[in-house]
């Protein structure tokens, strides 16, 4: 079965710095989807970016960028320019591109880091 | 676009009572999940429609709870003998084969 460990709980950021938030996950699967979530008190869960095991490029989104290393199976997430806004629960996600045994691709998601930003 | 939207959004019940959430997808999706989220935990998935058909039911979901899609379109996740365990966020997403999952606003539980 899949995995996905955040070994960060907490993490804080000086308004317009950077800050990396760690991921790691196990799979034996060579296919899959890696995802990072962001929730804000409101709750809603909203994607953060998104990037395929089969692409080697990083993804990259405005001030969000991935370090995907498929070999380390890590996926840590980069937020550069660090607003107030970004403070929220950030979730690191898998997702199998291969269904088998009707499974069709859900979400396995880490514990969570809390991104604190201070101005 | 109106996303995935979820009613109740906040549901106080009485231990024992039965309830009912209704997810809403995303009008194209043919696939629609169902997660669990307690406090300071990650989503946990509990089960997944494709179209009218229930794929997958995880094992976290009890004979008390049920979850149907009758028309491919909305679901509805009921909830008998509600217990205080409970007591959770009730997370609904929905998606395109091979594509990202969108989730709604979350429906709370609160089990007294």
């Known amino acids: 079965a899949q995995t996905v460990t955040q070994s960060q709980p907490e993490m804080s950021v000086q308004e317009a710095e950077t800050v990396t938030l760690s991921c790691t996950y196990d799979?034996?699967?060579?296919?899959?989807?890696l995802f990072w979530y962001k929730q804000p008190p409101s709750r809603q869960m909203i994607l953060v970016i998104r990037?395929?095991?089969?692409?080697?490029q990083n993804a990259t989104e405005n001030r969000f960028s991935v370090n995907f290393q498929k070999a380390a199976k890590s996926f840590s997430l980069k937020i550069s320019d660090s607003q107030l806004g970004d403070a929220a629960m950030y979730f690191c996600?898998?997702?199998?591109?291969?269904?088998?045994?009707?499974?069709?691709?859900?979400?396995?998601f880490g514990k969570g880091t809390k991104l604190s930003v201070k101005p | 676009d109106t996303g995935v939207s979820q009613d109740p959004r906040h549901k106080i019940t009485k231990r024992g009572q039965n309830v009912t959430f209704r997810c809403d997808p995303i009008?194209?999706?043919?696939?629609l999940y169902w997660y669990r989220q307690t406090l300071g935990q990650g989503p946990e998935f509990l089960t997944y429609?494709?179209?009218?058909?229930?794929?997958?039911k995880s094992r976290l979901l009890s004979d008390r709870f049920s979850a149907e899609r009758p028309k491919g379109s909305f679901s509805t996740l009921e909830i008998q003998r509600t217990e205080q365990g409970d007591s959770a966020m009730y997370l609904c997403?929905?998606?395109?084969?091979?594509?990202?999952?969108?989730f709604g606003e979350g429906s709370w539980l609160t089990v007294v």
């Open positions: 799979t034996s699967e060579s296919d899959y989807y």
């Open positions: 009008s194209e999706h043919n696939r």
């Open positions: 429609f494709q179209n009218e058909a229930q794929l997958e």
């Open positions: 997403a929905s998606g395109r084969s091979g594509n990202t999952i969108y």
């Open positions: 996600a898998y997702r199998s591109a291969v269904a088998y045994g009707g499974s069709q691709g859900n979400l396995i």
């Open positions: 990037q395929e095991a089969y692409k080697q």
